[in-house]
């Protein structure tokens, strides 16, 4: 069977999109995770917290409690891009609310004249509305459904979060994944080739000959 890899991802921002524009510039990621997982065991993590070299706004801090005071310790986006591109290269990119964090992300690699992803991407937002249309589908919303522990996430965290989301993903397609390894089990039995032997031939002395003749001369009395 092939591995299956998925990356669970997450982004921390200082606004809610490349386009909106304040006295400071453009807004900028300020932190990245990830959770790197083979046919669904944790394999590896990726997580930086990222310089944005402006201030971040009250309304972002109060998402993820994350001051320019403490990212001014970090690293730009520029110094730490290769080793996430590296880390995420051919995988499927798992992500809540998709459009905003490769929106942020590819933005970045632009700004650096880099390629942008081109990863395939699974969007748990839209999965999440079509398995449960009408119920609420955000992250939250999905660990209470399925009573994932929410206790440690008083501010949102890239990291935190992708660990999250890859406990909601597992949930909502646990059905699926049973229903996947029984069809597979089927397969491999009816793929299984038929052994099929060839007929014993026993030889037999004339004195088992003259018995057996005997015995069924005695079934016809």
């Given amino acids: 069977m092939s591995e299956i890899v ?26 990245i995770g990830c959770v790197k997982t ?9 997580h930086c917290y990222v310089n944005p070299g402006r201030p971040v706004p009250a309304r972002a801090q109060e998402v993820h409690g994350l001051t320019q005071s403490f990212l001014s310790q970090f690293q730009p986006f520029e110094k730490i891009y ?3 591109v ?5 995988h499927v990119l798992v992500i809540h609310n998709a459009r905003f964090d490769m929106e942020f992300l ?13 990863n395939p991407v ?31 996430r008083s501010y949102h965290g890239a990291l935190l979060d992708a660990q999250l989301l890859r406990e ?3 949930e909502m397609f646990k059905e699926q994944a049973v229903l996947n390894f029984s069809a597979q089990v089927s397969a491999e039995q009816i793929d299984r080739p038929r052994v099929v ?6 030889d037999i002395s004339p004195k088992e000959a003259e018995d057996h003749e005997t015995a069924l001369l005695n079934l016809k009395k």
């Fill in 106 to 118: 590819n933005w970045e690699l632009f700004q650096l004249q880099q390629e942008p992803l081109d």
């Fill in 6 to 31: 998925r990356v669970f991802l997450d982004t921390e921002t200082t606004g809610l999109s490349t386009t909106q524009k304040d006295e400071h510039g453009f807004h900028r990621i300020v932190e």
């Fill in 82 to 84: 290769q080793s996430f």
């Fill in 122 to 152: 699974e969007d748990t937002l839209v999965l999440a509305r079509k398995k449960f249309p009408g119920s609420p589908a955000s992250l939250d919303a999905l660990c209470r459904r399925f009573r994932i522990d929410l206790s440690q």
């Fill in 38 to 46: 083979v046919n669904g065991c944790v394999q590896d993590k990726f």
């Fill in 168 to 170: 909601v993903y597992q």
């Fill in 86 to 90: 590296d880390f995420v290269k051919g």
């Fill in 197 to 202: 032997r060839a007929p014993r031939s026993f």
